[in-house]
């Protein structure tokens, strides 16, 4: 069969697009998705399907999108087969697909799926094929107002079916005796998350404060997210521009470190649930933080003093700090 031409090619997240929608070119009658997703899709699930040689003038996405128009790839359908060189959309984004293997589960039935075409070798090919895959996944995040929290694995849909419990990335990545799958993905999952994350906050300027509200504790605003974390120093967090923080570099604190509460609960234990409001200048009594808690005494020379009871003023929690 000739190579199949699309009825329309388009750039999305930086990926060219050929769009060869198989709800309006299917001539074999093969079967068909017909669930809509309209106003329910939850995310985007990421597959590996292999790599493949093919002709030259194609590419193997169009060529998985062919074998599925041919009837060839039994019951998988999918919304995208991604390329080294671009993708290929099989599916109206508001129609379900078939690719999670959960029956009518959210898999299938909320979420849209790239198959990210790749060999095992991770070589430059492999490589252009999940950047693809990445900006591609980060496009349609940003396009339906989700966050990376909404980025999934097969197999994480594999492991909701089977009734195992976590959260997102732990069943993302959790092993599944079934399938594991992005295959190729996987083994560097937390990159291929940190990829999408980038792409989908690109054109936004990140603020390095202490908080959001303290805005004269800026030390800088960037465009570039890695030049951000690069600037955050210690107690310092980086914003994105509706002040949420997505990096944070913790203060670490030691014995007799000076400090000053405001208006602070200090607590009688490292476990007590209440205490009294102090406000002052106190001493960190050893610097060993214990469930959030730090000990605290009055004078610099009581730090390590025994007996504890009769040098340590009590506890405050870290955040107080």
Excluded at 190 to 213: C, H, M, N, P
Excluded at 296 to 310: D, E, L, R, V
Aim: proline fraction near 2%.
């Amino acid at each position: 069969m000739a190579i199949l031409k699309p009825d329309k090619t388009m750039t999305f997240g930086g990926v060219t697009v050929n769009e060869f929608l198989l709800t309006k070119h299917n001539p074999r009658n093969i079967a068909m998705p017909s669930v809509s997703m309209e106003g329910k899709i939850i995310g985007v699930t990421i597959h590996n399907t292999s790599w493949i040689s093919v002709a030259k003038g194609t590419t193997p996405a169009e060529q998985y999108t062919r074998a599925t128009y041919n009837g060839n790839m039994n019951d998988v359908r999918v919304h995208y087969y991604v390329d080294h060189t671009c993708a290929w959309q099989n599916l109206p984004l508001d129609l379900s697909g078939w690719h999670a293997a959960d029956g009518s589960g959210n898999g299938n039935r909320k979420t849209i799926a790239i198959e990210c075409i790749m060999s095992s070798a991770y070589n430059e090919n492999d490589r252009k094929s999940e950047d693809n895959a990445a900006r591609l996944a980060a496009a349609l995040l940003k396009q339906y107002g989700l966050g990376i929290e909404c980025l999934f694995t097969h197999t994480h849909w594999l492991n909701v079916k089977d009734g195992r419990k976590g959260d997102v990335d732990t069943l993302n990545t959790m092993r599944n005796s079934y399938k594991m799958c992005p295959l190729y993905i996987l083994p560097h999952w937390a990159a291929f998350k940190a990829k999408v994350q980038e792409y989908l906050t690109e054109g936004q300027i990140y603020r390095v404060r202490t908080s959001w509200d303290n805005v004269k504790s800026q030390t800088g605003a960037f465009k570039n997210l890695k030049n951000a974390k690069k600037s955050c120093k210690a107690g310092y967090s980086v914003f994105d521009e509706n002040g949420t923080s997505v990096f944070t570099v913790e203060k670490t604190y030691k014995k007799c470190d000076k400090i000053t509460l405001r208006n602070a609960v200090l607590y009688a234990s490292s476990t007590a649930m209440s205490g009294v409001k102090k406000s002052g200048t106190f001493y960190l009594y050893d610097g060993v933080e214990v469930n959030g808690r730090y000990r605290i005494t009055t004078k610099s020379a009581f730090c390590g003093k025994n007996p504890i009871g009769q040098y340590v003023t009590g506890w405050v929690d870290k955040k107080d700090i």
